[in-house]
């Protein structure tokens, strides 16, 4: 089941820094919103920098990725990145 996610109180920096993990996997965030699907992971995004949230909606994890993680886990994991940059997690779904 797709996820809906929310951070609030992520500031610029935070963003930056979930960009380049991303990346790392091979999951390229061009802008302050719009959609990704690379390696089995797909959603869309937007990123306010002025009210500091940012929103991920049908967050899915498909093949290949749902080889080596779940939406569970990987919900966990982005929601320990934002915590760590001062990020509180509102999950919708």
Avoid at 28 to 42: D, I, P, R, T, Y
Avoid at 52 to 68: I, R, Y
């Amino acid at each position: 089941m797709a996820k809906n996610l929310q951070y609030e109180g992520i500031k610029p920096e935070a963003f930056e820094q979930l960009r380049n993990k991303l990346q790392t996997y091979g999951i390229k965030l061009q802008a302050n919103s719009g959609s990704f699907s690379e390696k089995g992971v797909s959603g869309k995004y937007d990123y306010s920098p002025d009210s500091e949230v940012l929103k991920l909606e049908g967050l899915s994890v498909g093949f290949p990725a749902s080889m080596m993680v779940s939406e569970d886990t990987l919900q966990a994991r982005m929601d320990e990145l934002m915590v760590q940059h001062g990020g509180r997690p509102q999950h919708l779904s």
